[in-house]
């Protein structure tokens, strides 16, 4: 369609009230004469390359989208599960941990929290606030975590003006890896945690590929595709032992820190849609 036409169009349907709805040629829906993508059997801009699912976006920012499974949205731990803890340990005990306001809190002391579903490769939404009241120094001061396959720590820490080594701060990979940035909010304020989580592959026995975490803390980039080196442990390098998917887990380290708005996505392959 030559300009002076388009815009005559675009003119009349200007004066007709209504919007100009231009025809669709072949090219808009793609191409078959393109050249071949390296390492990929699509063409570029290859008209029969499936088209992504569409879903609807969460309402306001850091709210779950419409394919996502809501863990938790304010008003019952039902996805929950309580561990308890020493003689208890590995057995699952009444759920302690409070719902309130919309959130809930540790119960200091009673257990670990673990979801009833299992995961693997998986995008997380998470929001978390260390006690307003501040005690306690270094990895003593609003301590948590979040356990990606209930082995995989990202650490939840009040890191606001808390020295503390730095692979053990808020947003770091336990033991492993600090976070870029700290871009902690203050105590008893709410800071949001968007993971991206690959879990690691095995083939029997064999590790194939190890695990990948990307963390967006508040919106920043402080863990960047990083590798992990195995489980994550206190004053020891972990290695990889099998598994398959498993429960998120929340760390009850024995203090109240508060969680709320908690969904996870399954993270989809390209072109199966
Ligand atoms: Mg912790």
Same mark, same amino acid.
């Not at 945690?193 to 920043?220: C, H, M, S």
């Given at each position: 369609?030559?300009?002076?036409?388009?815009? =005559?169009? @675009?003119?009349?349907?200007?004066?007709?009230?209504?919007?100009?709805?231009?025809?669709?040629?072949? %090219?808009?829906?793609?191409?078959?004469?393109?050249?071949?993508? /390296?390492?990929?059997?699509?063409?570029?801009?290859?008209?029969? +390359?499936? %088209?992504?699912?569409?879903?609807?976006?969460? =309402?306001?920012?850091?709210?779950?989208?419409?394919?996502?499974?809501?863990?938790?949205?304010?008003?019952?731990?039902?996805?929950?599960?309580?561990?308890?803890?020493?003689?208890?340990?590995?057995?699952?005990?009444?759920?302690?941990?409070?719902?309130?306001?919309?959130?809930?809190?540790?119960?200091?002391?009673?257990?670990?929290?673990?979801? +009833?579903? @299992?995961?693997?490769?998986?995008?997380?939404?998470?929001? $978390?606030?260390?006690?307003?009241?501040?005690?306690?120094? =270094?990895?003593?001061?609003?301590?948590?975590?979040?356990?990606?396959?209930?082995?995989?720590?990202?650490?939840?820490?009040?890191?606001?003006?808390?020295?503390?080594?730095?692979?053990?701060?808020?947003?770091?990979?336990?033991?492993? $890896?600090?976070?870029?940035?700290?871009?902690? +909010?203050? /105590?008893?304020?709410?800071?949001?945690?968007?993971?991206? $989580?690959?879990?690691?592959?095995?083939?029997?026995?064999?590790?194939?590929?190890?695990?990948?975490?990307?963390?967006?803390?508040?919106?920043?980039?402080?863990?960047?595709?990083?590798?992990?080196?195995?489980?994550?442990?206190?004053?020891?390098?972990?290695?990889?032992?099998? %598994?398959?998917?498993?429960?998120?887990?929340?760390?009850?380290?024995?203090?109240?820190?508060?969680? +709320?708005?908690?969904?996870?996505?399954?993270?989809?392959?390209?072109?199966?849609?």
């Amino acid at each position: 369609m030559n300009r002076t036409l388009t815009r =005559s169009l @675009y003119a009349a349907a200007l004066l007709a009230g209504g919007a100009l709805v231009a025809q669709q040629t072949s %090219h808009d829906l793609g191409f078959k004469d393109t050249p071949i993508l /390296p390492g990929q059997p699509w063409h570029v801009h290859d008209s029969d +390359r499936p %088209h992504p699912r569409v879903i609807t976006p969460g =309402s306001t920012p850091g709210a779950p989208p419409s394919d996502a499974i809501v863990l938790f949205d304010g008003h019952d731990l039902s996805k929950w599960v309580q561990r308890g803890r020493r003689a208890d340990r590995g057995k699952l005990v009444e759920l302690k941990w409070k719902v309130e306001n919309g959130y809930f809190e540790i119960a200091p002391h009673s257990g670990d929290l673990m979801t +009833r579903d @299992y995961f693997g490769d998986c995008q997380l939404h998470i929001e $978390w606030a260390s006690p307003e009241v501040v005690r306690g120094n =270094s990895q003593a001061r609003g301590n948590s975590g979040v356990y990606m396959m209930s082995r995989y720590e990202i650490q939840v820490l009040d890191s606001y003006n808390n020295p503390t080594y730095a692979d053990g701060s808020a947003g770091a990979i336990y033991g492993q $890896w600090p976070p870029l940035v700290n871009p902690v +909010r203050k /105590p008893g304020e709410w800071n949001t945690y968007d993971i991206v $989580w690959e879990a690691p592959k095995f083939e029997g026995q064999k590790l194939t590929r190890p695990a990948y975490l990307t963390l967006l803390f508040n919106g920043v980039v402080v863990q960047n595709h990083k590798e992990l080196d195995g489980p994550t442990l206190y004053r020891a390098v972990g290695s990889y032992q099998p %598994h398959g998917d498993a429960p998120i887990l929340l760390q009850d380290h024995g203090y109240p820190v508060r969680f +709320r708005n908690i969904w996870i996505r399954k993270i989809g392959e390209y072109d199966k849609p």
